[in-house]
């Protein structure tokens, strides 16, 4: 399966605890995209990695989140300290990396955290 | 103003009947535009890009107008397949892409 993964499918974390994503992109896409869907929301941008590089991060929450596309390896979203509103689907997506403006994102299944 | 704004709907509509969505953009630097559907807070998948000269795949049509920055999507013999939410996305030359909240379509026996 050459698509965008996401791993874990469903990830539980208790109030105050880290919660890691992983995100590998489509074979030969070196941008990576991670929005999060709120319940009952729309889809919201978070943040735009390419390799060792994050683009634009004009989404992320300025505590707690961060975004990671090491050289090597998947994409990480990592939250800490987590609060009950941070329960979510998170989705990653990516595109390739040539005529960035005219492709499309592909996206993974998602992972989808409930904070208890 | 958002940025791409989309009529939330529902649009409630019996099997057969066509159906269209608009989508309307603020930012005219805007490059290219998508619609994507999105099943029961399943991910979104692409369902069509849209060009300039307006293009069609079977029952679906997409129209641009920049002067307007406006994009339609018409669904022709809709389906029960069809109910899904349809998110408009428009892409910056920065390789951002921005999506609208969706409108959400129900097509009923």
């Known amino acids: 399966n050459a698509g965008v993964m996401q791993n874990p499918r469903h990830l539980v974390r208790r109030r105050g605890q880290e919660a890691r994503l992983r995100c590998s992109p489509m074979?030969?896409?070196?941008?990576v995209y991670w929005y999060r869907q709120l319940p009952e929301e729309g889809l919201k941008f978070m943040v735009y990695l390419q390799k060792e590089n994050i683009i634009d991060e004009s989404g992320m929450p300025k505590e707690r989140f961060s975004a990671e596309f090491p050289k090597e390896g998947p994409s990480i979203l990592r939250i800490q300290q987590v609060v009950r509103g941070d329960s979510a689907a998170y989705f990653c997506?990516?595109?390739?990396?040539?005529?960035?403006?005219?492709?499309?994102?592909?996206f993974g299944d998602g992972t989808r955290l409930s904070i208890l | 103003r958002k940025e791409v704004e989309q009529d939330p709907g529902p649009f409630n509509v019996p099997e057969g009947a066509t159906v269209a969505f608009n989508c309307t953009y603020s930012?005219?630097?805007?490059?290219?535009f998508f619609w994507y559907r999105q099943d029961c807070r399943k991910e979104p998948k692409l369902l069509m890009s849209v060009y300039s000269s307006g293009n069609e795949d079977g029952r679906f049509t997409a129209q641009l107008n920049r002067a307007s920055q406006y994009i339609s999507l018409l669904i022709r013999d809709s389906k029960l397949s069809d109910s899904a939410t349809y998110l408009c996305?428009?892409?910056?030359?920065?390789?951002?892409?921005?999506f609208g909240d969706g409108t959400t379509l129900t097509v009923k026996p």
């Open positions: 996305v428009v892409n910056t030359n920065a390789g951002k892409s921005t």
């Open positions: 074979k030969g896409h070196s941008h």
């Open positions: 997506a990516s595109s390739p990396g040539t005529g960035i403006s005219n492709q499309p994102q592909h």
């Open positions: 930012n005219s630097a805007s490059q290219s």
